[in-house]
């Protein structure tokens, strides 16, 4: 049986094939096409790198965007043109960052990462999400957002107005040249989102180094995500919630995120850095293989089943319903 799991976020893709020589690979991210996400130069990167020969029973991707683009029928007709398999699992990366966080019997997720969405389920009837509204009114807390908040505070020293930071103002002028140019290269650039995100090493390094700016930052972005955990924590959802993606390597964030759910959620088992979407990908592919696959539930996850001649020739296939199996990783970072 040979499986396919991809993860497909913000800044880059991953993938992994199990059953035909277990291996991962890596390409670039989601785009922005006249202001729509599409996932296409990642797949075409993606099928090229694994080089699939063998029959494939199922193909599951978590991706960024995905709720936002509502658009699992076509996506899911776009993998099987790739990869022919009897199921095809689409869903959302919040989705395949909660299973891979606690398995298929739910809880809740805080995927941080450029972008940053929050979900509480109990995979089956109750699906709660806090923010995913993008960067531009969205995202609090994620790279995106600690990204364009530090470059503000070095635009805001570049102009002598209140609230900046000289050494943010460096590392921006280090990491992007002219400070005039940033904001056409903003506007000119693909995904806008993961060139704020490409800041946050630069804030966090202004932060270690005591910078009252880039502190308050890190702060303020870990109040933004436990405001979100506690949003979708509740009656149905599975009382346990996990910090996971990129920003929950900042130990500073994690740190202070952990403190608020201890005060605000005594009775939740918390988590940071536990799992990965690439990983709850795996675990949706390995259900979909077997013979009760995942439930759908629109927007935030969509099983498809049909002839792969069908999804080979991007027709439209059926949306399946079914219970889940039950699995539990309490694993804690």
């Not at 993998?79 to 689409?90: D, K, P, Y």
């Not at 990491?175 to 290269?185: C, K, N, Q, V």
């Not at 930052?217 to 996971?244: F, K, N, Q, W, Y």
């Not at 013979?291 to 999804?311: E, K, L, Q």
């Amino acid at each position: 049986m040979t499986i396919i799991a991809l993860d497909v976020g913000g800044t880059g893709s991953r993938a992994t094939v199990c059953g035909d020589g277990e291996r991962v690979v890596s390409g670039p991210g989601v785009e922005l096409v006249d202001g729509c996400v599409s996932y296409e130069a990642a797949l075409d990167a993606l099928k090229e790198q694994l080089c699939i020969h063998s029959p494939v029973s199922s193909v599951a991707m978590g991706a960024a965007g995905l709720m936002a683009r509502a658009d699992a029928p076509n996506v899911a007709a776009d993998l099987g043109r790739r990869w022919a398999a009897e199921t095809i699992v689409v869903a959302s990366d919040a989705v395949t960052s909660l299973v891979g966080a606690w398995g298929v019997t739910g809880g809740a997720v805080i995927a941080a990462g450029t972008g940053v969405v929050a979900l509480g389920t109990d995979l089956a009837t109750t699906w709660k999400r806090a923010d995913g509204w993008g960067p531009w009114v969205g995202d609090r807390g994620s790279g995106a957002w600690i990204g364009a908040q530090g470059l503000d505070a070095a635009l805001r020293r570049a102009d002598g107005r209140r609230g900046g930071s000289s050494r943010l103002r460096d590392a921006a002028h280090r990491r992007y040249g002219t400070l005039a140019d940033l904001p056409t290269a903003l506007r000119r650039t693909s995904n806008p989102a993961a060139v704020l995100a490409g800041f946050v090493p630069d804030v966090v390094e202004a932060a270690d180094a005591d910078d009252d700016v880039a502190r308050r930052i890190l702060t303020e972005a870990a109040g933004h995500l436990s405001d979100a955990a506690s949003a979708v924590l509740g009656p149905a959802v599975p009382p346990r919630v996990a910090l996971i993606g990129g920003i929950s390597r900042i130990d500073r964030i994690a740190r202070a995120w952990a403190e608020a759910m201890a005060v605000a959620h005594t009775e939740a088992e918390y988590a940071v850095g536990s799992g990965s979407s690439l990983e709850g990908a795996v675990r949706l592919a390995e259900q979909a293989a077997g013979s009760v696959p995942p439930t759908s539930h629109p927007p935030f996850i969509s099983v498809f089943t049909g002839r792969s001649s069908d999804m080979r020739s991007g027709e439209r296939i059926a949306c399946v319903h079914s219970s889940n199996q039950q699995t539990t990783n309490k694993e804690r970072a």
